[in-house]
Every structure is written in structure tokens, then in C-alpha cells.
């Protein structure tokens, strides 16, 4: 199994631009999570999708955020414009069948200059 | 507003000692809750977890103990190693709610050889 992929492991944009994160889940699991990890609020979720579709996204910080699910293998969190103080490290998670933990990916690290 | 709280961010153990990870929650509706160890440039990987069920769970030199009265609940490692230096997280869950689980900010473990 190969596990949560994430697209980029690294993004380094300037303020203003566009940003596209990229998750694609275990095969088989029908939960998603977006979480960001900042040193003051440890992981802290943003939104999560079951079966495609956005269950709780209380945690998106402002509209500028966005995320999207079209299918059961890849979602996608979108920041625009960005900010300095978007960067932080974006962690996708997956859960489902008989799993009720959640398996991470290795994380986007962005950078906002 | 945090409803899990690490009130340690680092702590440095020697090798072969115990390690004490502690971890406090606001939610009584809580009845689920696992650990995750996070090494750099990773995300995080489950680790071990416990139902409100039950007051203690074990697994090889890990064992997480629950005290529900106190909404308090710990990680402990025995024999601590160099190879469980790592950001340990907290995580809880009311499963009859959703999906959703909330992080505390980590604690940092430094086991010296």
C-alpha cells in the first residue's frame, strides 16, 4: 500500500499568488482530513470529506481557503490568494473500513514570502 | 479554543528511564483517544490507542492510561530509546459525533544516549 500520497512536498510562493495542494488517500478509505500544523495550535484540522463530500469545514480559516474532493482517490486545498501567515506544513489524512485512525501523509511545507 | 491541551512542549529523558507524556482534554464526550509520534519531514503515525472503556492500554514499552474523572491522560514509554525521539501527539475523538479527531500542540521528546 503506498500510503497518503501529497503533492508538493515543498511550495515557496510570493504573497498574493495562487497555491494547490494535492492529497490522494488510501484506496478503500472513505474519510479525508486537511489539518495544518502551526507551533501555537498543533494540528489542527481544517476541513474533512466523507464519500466526497465536505462534512465539517468550520476549521477553513477564511474564504481565501478552499478544498474540493471530486473523487474517492484525490482532493485538493486550495490558498488564494496566500499570505506570509498561510505558511505552515499541510498534513492530508485518510480513515475508513474497519480503520478508525487516521494514516497522514508526509505533508506540503509551504513557505509564503 | 483548544479542547486538547500538551502543557509540555519539550521533555528530554535518559535512555533506558521512563518516558511521561501527559495530555489533557475540556470535552467530556470524549471516548476515544490515541497517541501519534511524529518524527521531522513525516507525518504522523499512530501509535497506540484507548477507549474510554477501559482505564489502561498497553502495547510492548508503550502504555497509555486514561483517568476520565480527571479528563487526563498520559504515554508512557519504558525503556525510553534514542530511536523514540519524536513530537508526540495527543489526539481525542466523540465517535458518535463524526469523523473528527482534535490535536493537542505536541511535545517534543529528546531521549539522551
Known amino acids: 500500500d503506498a500510503g497518503v500520497i501529497q503533492s508538493p512536498r515543498h511550495e515557496v510562493t510570493e504573497m498574493g499568488q495562487e497555491v494547490t495542494l494535492r492529497c490522494k488517500p488510501i484506496?478503500?478509505?472513505?474519510?479525508l482530513f486537511w489539518y495544518r500544523q502551526t507551533m501555537m495550535r498543533g494540528l489542527e484540522l481544517l476541513i474533512y470529506?466523507?464519500?466526497?463530500?465536505?462534512?465539517?469545514d468550520s476549521g477553513m480559516p477564511e474564504d481565501r481557503f478552499s478544498a474540493k474532493m471530486p473523487n474517492a482517490s484525490f482532493s485538493t486545498l486550495k490558498i488564494q490568494p496566500s499570505e506570509p501567515r498561510d505558511s505552515a506544513v499541510y498534513f492530508c489524512?485518510?480513515?475508513?473500513?474497519?480503520?478508525?485512525?487516521?494514516?497522514f501523509g508526509p505533508g506540503t511545507r509551504l513557505t509564503v514570502t | 479554543d483548544q479542547q486538547v491541551k500538551q502543557n509540555s512542549p519539550s521533555l528530554s529523558v535518559q535512555e533506558g528511564r521512563i518516558s511521561i507524556l501527559n495530555c489533557d482534554y475540556t470535552?467530556?464526550?470524549?471516548?476515544?483517544f490515541l497517541w501519534y509520534k511524529k518524527y521531522p519531514a513525516e507525518g504522523p503515525t499512530f501509535l497506540i490507542s484507548?477507549?474510554?472503556?477501559?482505564d489502561k492500554n498497553e502495547d510492548g514499552r508503550f502504555t497509555v492510561f486514561l483517568n476520565k474523572s480527571a479528563k487526563h491522560l498520559s504515554l508512557h514509554i519504558v525503556p525510553s530509546q534514542p530511536g523514540d525521539s519524536a513530537v508526540y501527539f495527543c489526539?481525542?475523538?466523540?465517535?458518535?459525533?463524526?469523523?473528527?479527531?482534535?490535536f493537542g500542540t505536541g511535545t517534543s521528546l529528546t531521549v539522551i544516549p
Open positions: 489524512a485518510s480513515n475508513g473500513g474497519s480503520s478508525y485512525e487516521q494514516y
Open positions: 484506496s478503500g478509505h472513505n474519510s
Open positions: 470529506f466523507n464519500n466526497n463530500v465536505p462534512i465539517d
Open positions: 470535552n467530556s464526550m470524549f471516548d476515544y
Open positions: 484507548i477507549s474510554s472503556i477501559k
Open positions: 489526539a481525542a475523538s466523540a465517535r458518535n459525533t463524526g469523523n473528527q479527531f482534535y
